[in-house]
T-cell receptor, first 113, second 117 residues
Framework: GDSVTQMEGPVTLSEEAFLTINCTYT??????LFWYVQYPGEGLQLLLK?????DKGSNKGFEATYRKETTSFHLEKGSVQVSDSAVYFC????????????FGAGTRLAVHP | GAVVSQHPSRVICKSGTSVKIECRSL??????MFWYRQFPKKSLMLMAT?????????EQGVEKDKFLINHASLTLSTLTVTSAHPEDSSFYIC?????????????FGPGTRLTVL
């Protein structure tokens, strides 16, 4: 079945460092891909999405590009802030819309001043 | 953005008792709500999809008689864990779909931590 694999955390960075969180997927069709973020004490929030190959999702300085050839959707940010400390989840949905979501295990990011 | 609440945020109960968790969409009407379960350091696993006014659709391997889901109104879905046992201890998260938005985005509640003694 479909699955999502993301790098284990925690990831610990200093403020203004470059961030990469790897995410790869296995799917039978052509899924939509998502990154969700969960700040402490809050629910998951959609961070960005891409619905087809080569699409780049971006939001709040974060970017991820849908790479069909490598089945990847790595999350990047050029300069992280302390406020970016959270748990990040990669997810996929078959069918192109916001249907059933399949999540990765989540990666905790801690940014220190 | 749309807000989804869950109550309670954490609950501790004795083995054999039943626990009800509420999921509410606060500022939109959710025709569809989803219930997830999350184990420590594991991904969210979809348990069931509930549609207002109809029976929930359970994922393979989820016991429908143990995890009762009721979606009686457009703003409220409840998950009842019946005859809870320690292995049911987990973090339960709901999400609600806003049909008024493009792509029917899901909005997530903050989760409920269940501990069964």
């Amino acid at each position: 079945g479909d699955s999502v694999t993301q790098m284990e955390g925690p990831v610990t960075l200093s403020e203004e460092a470059f961030l990469t969180i790897n995410c790869t997927y296995t799917a039978t069709g052509y899924p939509s891909l998502f990154w969700y973020v969960q700040y402490p004490g809050e629910g998951l929030q959609l961070l960005l999405k891409a619905t087809k190959a080569d699409d780049k999702g971006s939001n709040k300085g974060f970017e991820a590009t849908y790479r069909k050839e490598t089945t990847s959707f790595h999350l990047e940010k050029g300069s992280v802030q302390v406020s970016d400390s959270a748990v990040y989840f990669c997810a996929l949905s078959e069918g192109g819309g916001y249907n059933k979501l399949i999540f990765g295990a989540g990666t905790r990011l801690a940014v220190h001043p | 953005g749309a807000v989804v609440s869950q109550h309670p945020s954490r609950v501790i109960c004795k083995s054999g008792t039943s626990v009800k968790i509420e999921c509410r969409s606060l500022d939109f009407q959710a025709t569809t709500m989803f219930w997830y379960r999350q184990f420590p350091k594991k991904s969210l696993m979809l348990m069931a999809t509930s549609n207002e006014g109809s029976k929930a659709t359970y994922e393979q391997g989820v016991e429908k008689d143990k995890f009762l889901i009721n979606h009686a109104s457009l703003t409220l879905s409840t998950l009842t864990v019946t005859s809870a046992h320690p292995e049911d201890s987990s973090f339960y998260i709901c999400s609600a779909r806003d049909p008024g938005l493009l792509y029917n985005e899901q909005f997530f509640g903050p989760g409920t931590r269940l501990t069964v003694l």
